[in-house]
């Protein structure tokens, strides 16, 4: 991560511009850190924010002061905190993912996080079985030593967190403030104070379909493995499993039978290369022993421009000049392509392809994909 | 397989000799070869044995003619025939086995056995669920053309035959004329008449503890792949399931939840290396493309002397003077140790060692372990 440990502090005063930053418009994950190297700061690239977004139809409004007051407020009055990326206690495994949440913020006990994690998972409409084995599988690694992380959904992922009451870090959907689903508000109350509760979306945010993904990738990130405990075809838990396999870590499910349609996704995904697992001693002998280089073996998609922040931030952004925005926007289809790419295409320096990459983005002419391709908007 | 096709009619006085020299006092399927190899035939190894074993305490006596004559009468009264291993329609890829079955009797359509062939075993006391995907697995690999392979033991075999017939063969632990288990008489009689019954030890024996593993291994070596569907820890299933796997075969198993019993057995093949199947299908896909390679990763044991019959067959066995088994002997304890070290500790050559050896274990001294080392009986 790029800064890590170069601000031991951070004044009110830039925390304050950070989240302003990251909630004006067309601002993600990527472009809020290209933003914070190109210009130093958070408050000097909210300054210049209304010059590069210039290519847009309107006039570019970054998110008001007024609205960061009353987050900021609202943050405090649920007792929550605020936790951004380059902070010493920013969770380093999750730290790790290119797609790392800048700002996160959190209740409850950080230290949980800097345990060795393990995530746990499944679907909602889960056996009364697969419920209880999750609750013994959780309490059984919270017994060694893990801090289970979860999403907090009914089924498999409350038992979960039940199982390892108090060392276990919910991660919602939705804003810090707000409890879902509506049949575990007791339980996220009762994590918040014992455990750890994560949350990235601002306070007030209903949870929306597209946030689970994006939460999905917190609860894989936070984790050195994940297991995966009853899952349909395509779901959630799926989709973290897979998270979890492409940042390296190690991905186990549990099997069932083939005729249980509950066993679908566990036994596809052993398939695919997940470590099946049947007893929480093969979860530990597996993490305990985890350097890096997990026994699961996925196929990970070709990421063809992941993003190397420290690359990044060594650019001479200063002397970049965006001027040619417009050419690089001549050069994107709907069809993703790899920055690397476009760098060769155009023959301009990384720096500048990445400024006018920005300048696009902040246009809401760009859309900037998982797997660090770019494509038109 | 040395020999193969170098004896396209075998003498009726030749075939008689074999028998009678395989049904000999402490004759294997790896001294039987290496006394044909040595001599040139059965009958010639027949007059030499009792020369070769006066290391033993008394005189050697041979299977008598006598004994033969009644065994090839109720095998021909059982209405099966012998096969030799070097017989064109013997199967091809059971000869690949270091410890092929010399001899075999059979009934039935031995074309079965040319076709490409898959195991399927599991265990006895099933659950029902199992059984019927047994039958199913089997009726949906016999219509895509697969002869399917089994034990005749009730529970998960008896389905597997019965679902595949007539496309099956039966492979029974005692003699060829011997029903076994008795539930199974009826079926072992259709699969005789439809399918294929095949048999290892002689007509009359019945089925002890010792044969069942050595049944197995011809389950295992007539297939391309072996499907386990419910068994239990340590059950024969899963020692079938390993010889695949050690004779490079694809290993596959249908898992199941670990708060069944039944699944242990499988799911810890599966963590084994071998692959996770759900349907028929599944099966069909990794053994129509399987080409040797097997997608299952066994670690196999080290087998430091497995035995190279070509290379066997090359040495210069009438120059080989077994004078010195006295000092081999000496060379050997109750630990297995490699053929190649004994030739290394001896320095003498591998015609030597392998004829002292031979004489050892003609005169009840020496016990081969299935992975080709030696040790003191």
Not at 188 to 201: D, K, P, S, T
Not at 245 to 257: D, K, N, Q, T, Y
């Amino acid at each position: 991560m790029e800064g890590k440990g170069s601000q031991p502090t951070l004044s009110q005063q830039e925390a304050f511009a950070r989240i302003r930053l990251l909630r004006s418009p067309n601002i993600g994950p990527i472009s809020y850190r290209q933003l914070i190297a190109r210009f130093g700061s958070a408050a000097a690239a909210l300054d210049a924010l209304p010059d590069l977004a210039s290519r847009g139809r309107g006039p570019y409004r970054p998110a008001s002061a007024d609205s960061i007051e009353r987050e900021v407020m609202a943050v405090r009055a649920a007792g929550a905190r605020y936790l951004f990326h380059d902070q010493s206690d920013y969770p380093a495994l999750l730290g790790e993912l290119d797609s790392a949440p800048p700002i996160l913020t959190c209740r409850g006990h950080l230290a949980l996080a800097s345990a060795p994690c393990v995530a746990l998972v499944g679907a909602r409409n889960a056996s009364a079985a697969a419920v209880k084995l999750a609750r013994d599988f959780a309490a059984a690694l919270a017994e060694a030593g893990f801090t289970l992380v979860s999403g907090l959904a009914r089924g498999i992922d409350g038992a979960a967190h039940e199982g390892a009451l108090p060392q276990t870090i919910g991660v919602i959907a939705s804003g810090i403030d707000i409890a879902y689903p509506p049949q575990h508000a007791a339980l996220q109350e009762r994590i918040a104070g014992e455990g750890l509760l994560v949350a990235e979306q601002p306070p007030g945010t209903e949870p929306r379909g597209r946030h689970f993904p994006s939460r999905n990738r917190i609860i894989a990130g936070l984790a050195s493995g994940t297991l995966v405990v009853e899952a349909a075809p395509q779901s959630g838990s799926l989709i973290t499993a897979r998270l979890a396999g492409e940042a390296g870590r190690e991905v186990m499910a549990i099997p069932g039978s083939p005729l249980d349609a509950r066993s679908l996704g566990c036994n596809q995904l052993i398939r695919d290369g997940a470590v099946l697992v049947q007893t929480p001693d093969e979860v530990i002998e597996l993490l305990v022993s985890f350097t890096g280089a997990p026994r699961s073996r996925f196929r990970v998609a070709d990421s063809p421009g992941a993003f190397d922040y420290a690359e990044l931030a060594r650019l001479d952004w200063g002397e970049a000049r965006a001027d040619f925005s417009h050419d690089i926007a001549h050069l994107l289809t709907n069809a993703p392509v790899a920055i690397d790419e476009l760098v060769r295409q155009s023959q301009a320096t990384p720096a500048e392809v990445h400024m006018a990459l920005l300048e696009l983005e902040l246009a809401g002419e760009l859309v900037r994909e998982a797997d660090g391709t770019v494509r038109r908007a």
